[in-house]
């Protein structure tokens, strides 16, 4: 068995804005264990980003971490200054953000984007970090690396900008890699190799990763856990072919329904009514229980569903889970 | 069964985009962008036609040329048999109101197409100012017709756009484009911006009004499972392009042209134990400005190419059924 490589209990990130607090993240729990790909996937507004952002203590103003746990390697990030935070950020921890076109710096050339992170965390000199900059333009398949290196970034296409921003995250070989949203921003073939690349280089590097989606395709073919995340809170935290084929928590089933199937022409989408909650006034009882077709008076709307073990290694935060008819949307189908 | 008479004829549309430098005393043409070149298709009354491609191909050229937002090059658009380009070069303001009363457009972002200083019910209420269809005591039920037909309530025409969701603003940019009554809805990407959970809604209710009104659609969007969802017939565009035409499951069960292929390989599907080969295109799609010679997609093509590839563009050929392809080495395989 790996052991844990990172564990959240308990985040809760705010943002104190004029309006009024806005509860992004509010008791997210997570673990990621060594060499693994956890899927984290929610809609918009879940928290998905601010959990990201919570690990490396990046979430910007008006955001406040207030509570919890971030365990990494069993040190609690949150107690460290930023001068530690500063030796994790880009060395223990990688971070590849959604669009490249404004995750790098349009003033500096590739080249001189790389260096500065490689000699900020190893002890090079220009030359070998130039070396190594090359090295790691090869490792993720831009053609002419030598070339390409003294471009800036306005010079290359999405794609191309997306394998400079991984080259920048691997470039001193984290532990974790965080990648939030990273084929969001590029069209479906792109996607399809920015994945492939992904899934390649975990295998052969043998990191860790957080893959930050909406997309139930994506974290398919790639994640081998899967976190759900609404409205701030973990739904459902289980393997990928359990939360596939064996969903339990009511969100789950329904988000899985309303994907248009490539496979299938149905006639009528699922549709989940409603809109996402507002979080400075978010639902009480369940996030989820104005827009579940099982919610109950009473159980769902008064009471805080905890992420109980329902099934080995499968948690579930939904208080009628245990009732609920578990067949899952995929199976029906066939 | 549908009526097969053509709402919207277009034939042989180019739309260029000249890239000028600015000179001492004149500013002088450098090149063009070949935006959308040598299209041609036809929409028939009651129909969803998909217009498909990544980023750049030409989708949303082809539509705002239709609309006449920008002038074609060349080429011919006819709606209901008239030929639009006259219509809007005539500057006969009657013809011209016509023309926009039966063809209407919904934009992908309804964050940046709703006027923020304007209440939803000016808003939906404005085309029929503009139009005067309906008589002024009318104006009201209308709105409030409207915004039931959208799943909207009556109290929420007195609101601003900033007080709506995504998915309730895409209801109401769909509310104003239906205000006039059109024969032909271009959704440029309408659920694009929408969550997953949202985008169902949004279609389910496409699919509702076309039903009720008979509308015709032109869908257009980069996301091949809402076009398998909602569209009849389907085209797929390339570089400026088409590359294929036919019936949306005649396309997803029996893809030829090796671009769609690749196209529908790449989309990651929702269940982990699918097995799919995914067909991986090398390269990047060439710049517009320069396209390559031949057929557009030969410097990226997997299939046994011949010197015809690279020298000529390949026409679309029917193989039958309403299935169309232009590419040079299908007789081959």
Redesign the interface.
Known sequence: MAKELLEIEDLKTYFYTWAGVVKAVDGVSLTVKEGETLGLVGESGSGKSVTALSILQIVPRPGKILGGKILYNGENLLEKDENEMLKIRGKEIGYIFQDPATSLNPVFTIASQLVEVIRRHQNVTKEEALAKAVELFKLVEIPDPEVKIWNYPHQLSGGMKQRMAIARALSCQPNLLLADEPTTALDVTIQAQILDLLKNLKQKLGMAMILITHDMGVVAGVADRITVLYAGRVCESASTRDIFYNPLHPYTRALLEAVPSLALKRDKLRVIPGAIPNLIEPPTGCRFHPRCEYAKGGVCTLEVPSLEELEPNHYVACARARELDKRSPLRNER | MMSTTPVLEVRNLVKHFPITSRGVLFSKEVGVVHAVDGVSFSVNKGETFGLVG??GCGKTTTARSIMYLDAPTSGEILFEGTEISSVFKSKDKEAILHLRQKIQYVFQNPYASLDPRMTVADIIMEPLVIHGHIPKDKWHDRLYELLQLVGLEEYHAERYPHEF????RQRICIARALAVEPDLLIADEPVASL???????I??LM?ELQQKFKITYLYIS?D???V??ICHRVAVMYLGKFVEIAE??DL?ERPLHPYTQ?????????????KTK?I??PG??PSPINPPLGCRFEPRCIFNKNHVCVHDAPGLVDVGGGHFVACGGLPRR
């Open positions: 990544e980023s969701s995504g998915g309730q969550d997953v959970s949202v985008r169902a809604q279609l389910n699919r980069h091949l499972s809402t398998r969802h949306t499951d997803f690749a196209l529908l390989s790449s989309i990651p599907i929702p269940d982990p134990d699918a995914r991986m295109l990047e799609v």
